[in-house]
């Protein structure tokens, strides 16, 4: 069954349209979220640019919170989102010009996120996005960067020396986007190195069904295990729970204590399987904004603690504010 956020008991809609969380649930952390990203120079957008975040998922539409998240996109919205991140990331223009910093900041202000984790993807050449994440969360105290080497670009332990230097707190890896599978020998030898750095590292982890066949091969779950098993020292977050694959993700943080589950995209049966399965000091909250607004996660996550403030308080902050050295928020 669909349904908009907007009539969920825990949102308050404002005469703009803003979605507002009808009561604080305290400090909360979106450990998944991402600016425009950019590959060709045609394409750099000004991340500091004022803008409203024009999101792929319309949060006005009817949800089915059940479903995996892309399950919504109608075709229509599907191609619009494609088009946005291929041709149209050749061009300054369209979506992507919207989701910069301060769109993103004023997302946080509405639904009451205290701190959001920018993942950077970079590609072997051409691209600059960690040094561009790098340095707009050095204006905004409230973002926090991940970096992002691709294991074969040249000098790679020297960069991402340099991005923790300059402050990053986590190294994302996007297997189907940056075309290597996350066991790969290059990309271990980083793993060990952000192990020694005390950074976690953020997969983008699981099938996801609309990326295509190749892609999706790169991000089953047996990809994932021997760095997890060979790194011990190493922390590793499965983002999207594993996606397709949740039931198997969730099975790792029991077996093996570097191991932490991020949520997003997860329908409600699937979330309330991990929460059951999965130790809760293990569990933490994203969004994968700008696809999808930051509510759409905090509602979920909210139905599934109900009567466990303790749970909630872990997923939606302190889970995180742990493992990426967050300092907590002025009352």
Same mark, same amino acid.
Request: hydrophobic share 40%; aromatic share 6%; proline share 7%.
């Given at each position: 069954?669909?349904?908009?956020?907007?009539? @969920?008991?825990?949102? &308050?809609?404002?005469? !703009?349209?803003?979605? =507002?969380? #009808?009561?604080?649930?305290?400090?909360?952390?979106? $450990?998944?979220?991402?600016?425009?990203?950019?590959?060709?120079?045609?394409?750099?957008?000004?991340?500091?640019?004022?803008?409203?975040?024009?999101?792929?998922?319309?949060?006005?539409?009817?949800?089915?919170?059940?479903?995996?998240?892309?399950?919504?996109?109608?075709?229509?919205?599907?191609?619009?989102?494609?088009?946005?991140?291929?041709?149209?990331?050749?061009?300054?223009?369209?979506?992507?010009?919207?989701?910069?910093?301060?769109?993103?900041?004023?997302?946080?202000?509405?639904?009451?996120?205290?701190?959001?984790?920018?993942?950077?993807?970079?590609?072997?050449?051409?691209?600059?996005?960690?040094?561009?994440?790098?340095?707009?969360?050095?204006?905004?105290?409230?973002?926090?960067?991940?970096?992002?080497?691709?294991?074969?670009? @040249?000098?790679?332990? &020297?960069?991402?020396? !340099?991005?923790?230097? =300059?402050? #990053?707190?986590?190294?994302?890896?996007?297997?189907? $986007?940056?075309?290597?599978?996350?066991?790969?020998?290059?990309?271990?030898?980083?793993?060990?190195?952000?192990?020694?750095?005390?950074?976690?590292?953020?997969?983008?982890?699981?099938?996801?069904?609309?990326?295509?066949?190749?892609?999706?091969?790169?991000?089953?779950?047996?990809?994932?295990?021997?760095?997890?098993?060979?790194?011990?020292?190493?922390?590793?977050?499965?983002?999207?729970?594993?996606?397709?694959?949740?039931?198997?993700?969730?099975?790792?943080?029991?077996?093996?204590?570097?191991?932490?589950?991020?949520?997003?995209?997860?329908?409600?049966?699937?979330?309330?399987?991990?929460?059951?399965?999965?130790?809760?000091?293990?569990?933490?909250?994203?969004?994968?904004?700008?696809?999808?607004?930051?509510?759409?996660?905090?509602?979920?996550?909210?139905? &599934?603690?109900?009567?466990?403030?303790?749970? =909630?308080?872990?997923?939606?902050?302190?889970?995180?504010?742990?493992?990426?050295?967050?300092?907590?928020?002025?009352?």
């Amino acid at each position: 069954m669909k349904t908009r956020l907007s009539d @969920s008991k825990y949102i &308050a809609q404002q005469p !703009s349209g803003a979605l =507002r969380l #009808a009561e604080s649930v305290g400090p909360i952390v979106d $450990v998944h979220s991402h600016l425009a990203l950019t590959y060709v120079p045609t394409g750099r957008v000004d991340l500091d640019r004022d803008a409203v975040g024009e999101l792929y998922l319309n949060p006005e539409a009817p949800l089915d919170l059940d479903a995996y998240m892309n399950t919504n996109f109608d075709p229509r919205a599907m191609k619009a989102m494609r088009h946005d991140l291929s041709v149209g990331s050749l061009r300054k223009d369209g979506m992507r010009a919207t989701h910069t910093a301060p769109a993103l900041t004023r997302s946080m202000e509405e639904i009451g996120i205290t701190r959001s984790v920018i993942l950077a993807i970079d590609l072997p050449v051409g691209s600059s996005n960690t040094d561009a994440y790098l340095t707009v969360a050095g204006d905004h105290p409230d973002l926090v960067a991940a970096a992002s080497i691709h294991p074969l670009a @040249s000098g790679t332990e &020297a960069l991402l020396r !340099s991005a923790v230097e =300059r402050g #990053a707190r986590a190294f994302k890896m996007h297997p189907a $986007v940056q075309q290597m599978r996350p066991d790969h020998p290059k990309a271990m030898r980083l793993y060990e190195l952000c192990g020694e750095l005390g950074i976690p590292v953020v997969w983008h982890c699981g099938p996801v069904g609309i990326v295509g066949a190749a892609a999706d091969k790169r991000c089953f779950l047996k990809h994932y295990w021997s760095p997890i098993h060979e790194l011990p020292r190493t922390t590793f977050v499965l983002g999207h729970s594993g996606a397709l694959q949740y039931e198997m993700a969730a099975k790792l943080p029991n077996l093996y204590e570097n191991v932490f589950l991020e949520l997003s995209c997860q329908g409600l049966p699937a979330l309330r399987h991990i929460l059951a399965n999965v130790p809760p000091e293990r569990l933490l909250n994203g969004s994968d904004w700008p696809f999808y607004h930051q509510a759409v996660s905090v509602v979920k996550i909210l139905m &599934a603690t109900e009567g466990n403030e303790g749970v =909630r308080h872990g997923i939606f902050w302190k889970n995180a504010a742990d493992l990426f050295q967050l300092e907590a928020p002025h009352a």
